[in-house]
Nanobody, 121 residues
Framework: QVQLVESGGGLVQAGGSLRLSCAASARAFSTYAMGWFRQAPGKEREFVAAIRWGGGDYADIVKGRFTISRDNAKNTAYLQMNSLKPEDTAVYYC????????????????WGQGTQVTVSS
């Protein structure tokens, strides 16, 4: 069983930065792809970024502003968010799946509880 715990959310002004962390209790963490998704009120959960090896994959709306990374020695994934916009306001979820990364919510079987990110204008 994989347990995921997000941290690092909060309130930030537009143009600011936040770094989210996702601590995983998983054996062989490096064999899991890690994804970040977000859900704004009244909207469906959407893909933000994912990583397995090397560089990550990104949603077009965050490309160039967000960076996903992972530290396999610490069983932790990160999402560095720069140049934040009010439309980035959402609950951000960390997710894990065994094997290759995916952009699809339905492909991920393990989810964290989410962390709120609020960007004020």
């Amino acid at each position: 069983q994989v347990q995921l715990v997000e941290s690092g959310g909060g309130l930030v002004q537009a143009g600011g930065s936040l770094r989210l962390s996702c601590a995983a209790s998983a054996r062989a963490f490096s064999t899991y792809a890690m994804g970040w998704f977000r859900q704004a009120p009244g909207k469906e959960r959407e893909f933000v970024a994912a990583i397995r090896w090397g560089g990550g994959d990104y949603a077009d709306i965050v490309k160039g502003r967000f960076t996903i990374s992972r530290d396999n020695a610490k069983n932790t994934a990160y999402l560095q968010m720069n140049s934040l916009k009010p439309e980035d306001t959402a609950v951000y979820y960390c997710a894990a799946k065994y094997g290759s990364s995916s952009l699809l919510v339905s492909d991920y079987g393990h989810w964290g509880q989410g962390t709120q990110v609020t960007v004020s204008s």
